[in-house]
Nanobody, 116 residues
C-alpha cells in the first residue's frame, strides 16, 4: 500500500526556516520523480518543487527559487524541503506527491504558518 507521510510543519516567524520531510512507503520512491505542492486557503494547489528519482533534475516555482531546496535520500525513501527566508505568503498546507504507474498519490499534508 502506497503511503506518503509529511512532517516538519509548524509556526515560524518571517525570515525563519523549516525543514519538511516526506516518508514514502509501499514502493521504491527512488524510481520516481517526487514533488512538493502547497495549498493556501482560497487558492489553487500549486507546485513548489520537483525532484527526479536520481536527484539529478530539480525544478522550482519562481516564487520559491533561491529560498527553498528540495532533496532526497533514497536509502530512507524520504524527500525533503528545506525552506529558508520564509514569508507570510508561504503559509499553506504542504503536500507530497508522486505519480506512480499511472496513479496519483498525495500525503495528508503538513501545515506551515509564517506569522509574527
Amino acid at each position: 500500500q502506497v503511503q506518503l507521510v509529511e512532517s516538519g510543519g509548524g509556526l515560524v516567524q518571517p525570515g525563519g526556516s523549516l525543514r519538511l520531510s516526506c516518508v514514502a512507503s509501499g514502493f521504491k520512491s527512488g524510481w520516481y520523480d517526487m514533488s512538493w505542492y502547497r495549498q493556501a486557503p482560497g487558492k489553487e494547489r500549486e507546485l513548489v518543487a520537483r525532484i527526479s528519482g536520481s536527484g539529478a533534475s530539480i525544478a522550482y516555482a519562481d516564487s520559491v527559487k533561491g529560498r527553498f531546496t528540495i532533496s532526497r535520500d533514497n536509502a530512507k525513501n524520504t524527500v525533503y524541503l528545506q525552506m529558508n527566508s520564509l514569508k507570510p505568503e508561504d503559509t499553506a498546507v504542504y503536500l507530497c506527491y508522486v505519480l506512480r504507474s499511472g496513479e496519483v498519490y498525495w500525503g495528508q499534508g503538513t501545515q506551515v504558518t509564517v506569522s509574527s
